[in-house]
């Protein structure tokens, strides 16, 4: 079975600018979570998606948001771009509706915003 | 909401020797505590799980405790090898919530 893809696997934005990020989730998988990490604040969660509904959202700013579509993938985008939001974003699907249960990551997106 | 400390930052080991993780939780809720191993340029890597109603698992060199009176589990890595030369992560996670990571460890095995 093929792994979570992700693209691009590197992107340079300028401040203020948005972005999309894609997610490809294992066949078969349903669930579709994002996360962030930057080497201050570690891996941490930003939303998950079940069935094209976001079923649970982290502690970040409005400016991230997602979705989910019928097939599963997924897209994840953050508007007016700032410096701090430079970090590998990952992107981890799952088999189960029912938590908890074993994610499996991506390789990530690196986003540099300049 | 949950709070997973990660100890140590950096461990050092002999090829051959045995290497220990440490994690602590805050949220009594939590019931799914997962190891990851990533490597430079690649995401995290799912190597062992363990529930909150079971106490060891074990999958080959590699063994987790729980202890949920504590609110702390462990990675255990045995006869270790260069390839095992990464950063681990634990992670908790309760009901529905993400996964909330440690803050890693620099797993570096000296020949």
């Known amino acids: 079975k093929a792994g979570v893809t992700q693209t691009p696997r590197y992107l340079i934005k300028t401040r203020g600018q948005q972005v999309t990020l894609s997610c490809s989730p294992i066949?078969?998988?349903?669930?579709v979570s994002w996360y962030q990490q930057t080497p201050g604040q570690g891996l941490q969660f930003l939303f998950e998606?079940?069935?094209?509904?976001?079923?649970n959202k982290g502690n970040f700013p409005g400016r991230f948001s997602g979705r989910q579509f019928s097939n599963s993938r997924s897209e994840m985008n953050v508007s007016t771009l700032e410096l701090g939001d430079s970090a590998l974003y990952l992107c981890?699907?799952?088999?189960?509706?029912?938590?908890?249960?074993?994610?499996?990551f991506g390789p990530g997106t690196r986003l540099t915003v300049t | 909401g949950e709070n997973v400390e990660q100890h140590p930052s950096t461990l050092s080991v002999q090829e051959g020797d045995s290497a220990v993780i440490k994690c602590t939780y805050s949220?009594?809720?939590?019931?799914?505590f997962p190891w990851y191993k990533q490597e430079l340029g690649k995401g995290p890597q799912l190597i062992i799980d363990?529930?909150?109603?079971?106490g060891e698992k074990k999958d080959q060199r590699i063994a987790v405790t729980l202890n949920k009176t504590a609110k702390h589990f462990s990675l255990h890595i045995t006869e270790t090898q260069p390839e095992d030369s990464a950063v681990y992560f634990c992670?908790?996670?309760?009901?529905?919530?993400?996964?909330?990571f440690g803050k890693g460890t620099h797993l570096i095995i000296q020949p």
């Open positions: 992670a908790a996670r309760g009901g529905a919530d993400g996964l909330t």
């Open positions: 066949s078969g998988h349903r669930s």
């Open positions: 949220d009594s809720a939590s019931n799914y």
């Open positions: 981890a699907s799952s088999n189960s509706g029912q938590g908890p249960y074993e994610q499996y």
């Open positions: 363990i529930r909150s109603n079971v």
């Open positions: 998606y079940f069935s094209e509904t976001q079923r």
